[in-house]
């Protein structure tokens, strides 16, 4: 079954505790990406991946990592996570856009991450 | 940059009733992708409809209809004999040309289906 598996679901931990929330594709798609879920924003994007060891900055990186050593790995990394990062995550995937490949590549979502952090 | 505009934080409908649901955006392309996501309750982010800029005719998916209007940059959900199981978060997104690119999202509808 295609899907996008994130793991752990739920999370709560404290200030400063670094934690990984982990990201697998089975899709062999090149674009992956994660975004934040708060309430009254809408879901906003952390950091994107093109493909393997290609990462960059979304509209929201500050006190997020990530890497992209598999393709079909994206791991999500608080160095030092604080209050203000409690939220709902979510990981999506893609083929990348390209002009000889019909069609719409459709972005396939994770099943979320809820994590607080006290 | 892209920008979207949900500017129903709260709907409610009765069973059995329509309700459209707007959403605004801003762009300069010309191709490119809207979409509507229902989240419900689970949380899951669920595909509801899709809408190709370049296409004129508005996409519909059983009782899921887009009102596209290009022009006016423009593109509202229409959600037919609405059922229970319509309950959930709805958000607005846009994306670039082909796929594979990031999504902006609106802030959301939250809709809520009564007896």
């Known amino acids: 079954e295609a899907q996008v598996t994130q793991n752990p679901r739920y999370l709560i931990t404290v200030t400063g505790k670094k934690l990984t929330v982990t990201c697998s594709q089975n899709?062999?798609?090149?674009?992956m990406s994660w975004y934040r879920q708060d309430p009254g924003l809408g879901l906003r994007q952390i950091y994107y991946?093109?493909?393997?060891?290609?990462?960059d900055k979304g509209d929201v990186p500050e006190g997020y990592k990530v890497s992209r050593k598999e393709k079909r790995n994206f791991p999500l990394i608080l160095e030092s996570p604080s209050p203000n990062q409690t939220s709902l995550y979510f990981c999506?995937?893609?083929?990348?856009?390209?002009?000889?490949?019909?069609?719409?590549?459709?972005?396939?979502f994770g099943p979320g991450t809820r994590l607080t952090v006290l | 940059a892209q920008t979207v505009t949900q500017s129903q934080p709260e709907m409610s409908v009765q069973e059995a009733e329509t309700v459209t649901l707007s959403c605004t955006y801003d762009?300069?392309?010309?191709?490119?992708?809207l979409f509507w996501y229902k989240q419900p309750p689970s949380r899951q982010m669920i595909l509801v409809i899709r809408?190709?800029?370049?296409?004129?005719q508005n996409a519909t998916e059983n009782r899921f209809s887009v009102n596209f209007q290009k022009a006016a940059k423009s593109f509202s959900l229409k959600i037919s004999d609405s059922q229970l199981g319509d309950t959930a978060m709805y958000f607005c997104?846009?994306?670039?040309?082909?796929?594979?690119?990031?999504?902006?999202f609106g802030t959301g509808t939250q809709l809520k289906v009564e007896l």
């Open positions: 999506a995937s893609s083929f990348l856009w390209d002009s000889n490949r019909l069609g719409y590549n459709e972005q396939f």
């Open positions: 899709m062999n798609h090149e674009y």
């Open positions: 991946s093109m493909n393997v060891e290609v990462t």
């Open positions: 762009t300069s392309e010309n191709n490119y992708y």
């Open positions: 809408q190709e800029a370049y296409k004129q």
């Open positions: 997104a846009f994306d670039g040309p082909g796929g594979g690119n990031k999504l902006t």
